[in-house]
């Protein structure tokens, strides 16, 4: 179980999985971000945040949209347009080092291959 929270609390996530490793992907989005991502199944992520808490920008043909505090402006999750979608992730930035600085970090080589670069 990860806790984690922007920087202001408007944004608390609850991520109930335990990840085998966390993912820095170097794609024009998440490059910039900064974000160092825990995926799993939304069932298992709980995202706790008024409505208007975040603003969401969706780029390009993705489906994807990326969450960021309006108050604080930390980028703290990515969900899909398609509910049925079982992939979101967490921005592992906000949870405490301790808690996740043993996990294993791969680099995603999302701006070309789409594939891990270990
Ligand atoms: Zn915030």
Request: glycine share 6%; net charge negative; proline share 4%.
């Amino acid at each position: 179980m990860l806790r984690g929270s922007c920087h202001c609390g408007a944004v608390k996530f609850e991520f109930r999985e335990k990840p085998e490793w966390l993912t820095e992907c170097n794609c024009s989005a998440c490059r910039r971000y900064g974000t160092i991502w825990a995926h799993g199944s939304p069932k298992n992520i709980s995202i706790e945040k008024a409505p208007d808490a975040t603003s969401a920008y969706i780029w390009g043909d993705q489906m994807i949209e990326f969450h960021t505090c309006r108050t604080c402006g930390n980028t703290t999750h990515w969900s899909d347009l398609d509910a049925d979608y079982d992939r979101m992730a967490v921005n592992t930035r906000l949870v405490p080092f301790k808690d996740v600085k043993d996990i294993p970090i791969r680099h995603f080589d999302g701006a070309d291959t789409g594939r891990f670069l270990d």
